[in-house]
């Protein structure tokens, strides 16, 4: 392909996505509405997962087309953006209230599973049986959150559930639901042919393309459901949404990949990006643990921590070698 359609290729697929992400969020959250579902709730497995599906959708693609270090990338760069752009750009529209109903049971999935990824691909390239293993524990996750959900409401539990009226019903709500879903996959497939191409072409690594350009483009769905909720002063759903895609992810598009394997994970995820993967996932723990709004103020300190990791991550940074110097 000529450097002009891989280019095109790359951007066509970015809006398709964002756009069939879009429709896809707008259907299932009025159906969520429709059925009584809490807002965080609504927020984790309907918004989160449902914003997720182009993470999903380009990780499945990458690994098809031969290109592991794309899909990897894409996972942790994905779950790295949710953090410090995702949720930080709708805090600058307005504030976030946190600690609701659910959420430090959220946040602790969300630690225990960024620590089981970090953990394993530390020691193990991803095979079928850990994609396996992750795909069971997405699956009881969900069956966890709604049913601890609907357990609490039946005690009395305030958990947030709201009566309004569903944006969409009928044909228009379908409509939006199937145009996702035919649209993510040819999005994804643009952006794995143009992403692929580019790297190699002008000789830049997969794992810095999947981390960067793809991770950004894939959590435009998250950011635009991120901005209308907060517009809305739907907190639940801001971090929800966050939380939510971050277990899927992990579970979800990296359990998918796993099913590959063995898909050996770059030393450089270790050495750099599995650092601040971790750091991302305990800056959630610094807000929903204590309480603690995200003003302004920390939505702009984070902001500037994702450039620093960008910079660091284009500059070749090892965290790993410099934490073994101060050791030694």
Not at 3 to 17: N, P, Q, T
Not at 179 to 189: F, R, S
Request: overall charge neutral.
């Amino acid at each position: 392909m000529s450097d002009f359609s891989l280019y095109a290729a790359l951007i066509g697929g970015l809006v398709i996505l964002a756009f069939a992400g879009d429709f896809l969020v707008n259907g299932a959250v009025s159906l969520s509405r429709k059925l009584g579902v809490s807002p965080l709730v609504a927020g984790i497995l309907i918004v989160g997962f449902g914003t997720s599906a182009p993470e999903m959708v380009v990780t499945l693609g990458a690994a098809l087309e031969g290109s592991p270090a794309l899909a990897v990338g894409n996972v942790v760069g994905s779950n790295i953006a949710n953090v410090w752009l995702v949720l930080a750009i709708p805090a600058l529209i307005a504030p976030i209230a946190t600690g609701g109903f659910g959420q430090s049971r959220a946040l602790l999935f969300v630690l225990l599973t960024t620590t089981a990824w970090i953990i394993v691909t530390a020691i193990m390239p991803l095979s079928p049986v850990i994609g396996i293993a992750f795909l069971a524990a997405l699956i009881f996750y969900g069956i966890f959150t709604v049913t601890q959900t609907l357990s609490a409401a039946k005690k009395g539990v305030d958990v947030g559930i709201e009566d309004e009226e569903p944006t969409l019903a009928g044909f228009k709500l379908w409509a939006c639901l199937a145009i996702g879903i035919i649209g993510l996959p040819i999005g994804a497939h643009l952006i794995v042919e143009g992403g692929v191409g580019i790297a190699r072409k002008f000789d830049i690594t997969e794992e810095l393309i999947g981390l960067t350009l793809l991770a950004i483009g894939t959590s435009l769905p998250e950011l635009g459901a991120g901005i209308a909720a907060a517009l809305r002063k739907k907190s639940d759903v801001v971090i929800g949404n966050v939380l939510g895609s971050n277990v899927f992810n992990l579970l979800g598009a990296g359990g998918l990949v796993s099913l590959f394997g063995p898909v050996p994970v770059a030393p450089s995820f270790a050495n750099y990006d599995h650092w601040a993967l971790a750091a991302a996932a305990l800056t959630l723990a610094l807000f929903i643990l204590p309480k603690a709004k995200i003003s302004r103020f920390a939505a702009m300190s984070m902001i500037l921590v994702y450039a620093v990791y960008l910079f660091g991550l284009i500059n070749g940074w090892n965290l790993l070698a410099g934490a073994k110097s101060l050791v030694g």
